[in-house]
């Protein structure tokens, strides 16, 4: 821990990612990207990465939680086009007893197509545990409340947030929390350069303009977090 907390904004070279297609899709390899580290192992569950400014912030988020005694744990970070397909078509398959449209609506509740997906920017992260519940009590509530009343403060947002309010997409996820320093323009690139046409290669990717992919679950993010500045 002492590693991770003493790996400040200082010593973390701040790399943005040049913006292209190929990037914003994730078609690329961010394990050999300069602009992405891997995340301490003490912090993680398994191999992660993000982008260099986006760990930068989630150690300060960390840091300062600590004082707290609130501990987070990334347990998702970065994914790839072809990682996210390989999540998807297990999905799809194990869905097949579902017409195509539906199987896509219930892998839709809280997986995305690839292409499509936040988390091949490097600027979102899945913290803990993927269960709401997990959040609603206990150590879990402790966390969420400090993340909802702190994480704006270091950049850090919740994009899936209760859809009463009208917000489409995604169900609700307590855990994704998302940079928006970077985000908000990577998405901005992502309205004005990619189309439906553009989310392909993969099982049901035919589908992706009859279920609104762009401006129902691309675009579906908390009003929050659209009007972030």
Same mark, same amino acid.
């Given at each position: 821990m002492v590693q991770a907390q003493n790996q400040t904004s200082e010593s973390i070279l701040n790399s943005h990612r040049p913006l292209s297609k190929t990037f914003i899709l994730g078609?690329?390899? #961010? =394990?050999?990207?300069?602009s992405f580290v891997k995340v301490a192992p003490e912090l993680s569950n398994k191999t992660i990465y993000l982008q260099q400014e986006v760990y930068s912030a989630f150690l300060n988020m960390q840091a300062a939680a600590l004082k707290d005694s609130v501990q987070f744990i990334i347990v998702s970070g970065t994914r790839n086009f072809e990682e996210q397909k390989g999540i998807w078509e297990r999905k799809w398959k194990a869905n097949d007893n579902l017409s195509p449209v539906d199987r896509a609506k219930k892998i839709l509740e809280y997986s995305s197509m690839p292409g499509t997906s936040r988390h091949h920017w490097g600027t979102d992260m899945d913290l803990n545990n993927l269960s709401n519940s997990y959040f609603e009590s206990g150590e879990g509530l402790k966390l969420y409340n400090w993340l909802l009343e702190h994480a704006n403060s270091f950049g850090f #947002? =919740?994009?899936y947030t209760s859809k009463t309010n009208g917000r489409t997409g995604y169900n609700e996820e307590k855990w994704h929390w998302s940079y928006l320093p970077l985000a908000s323009k990577y998405l901005a690139f992502y309205n004005k350069h990619i189309s439906e046409s553009d989310i392909q290669n993969f099982k049901g990717s035919n589908l992706a303009t009859e279920l609104r992919m762009i401006p129902d679950f691309v675009n579906g993010i908390s009003f929050r977090s659209k009007n972030f500045k």
């Open positions: 078609k690329f390899e #961010y =394990q050999t990207d300069a #947002y =919740q994009v």
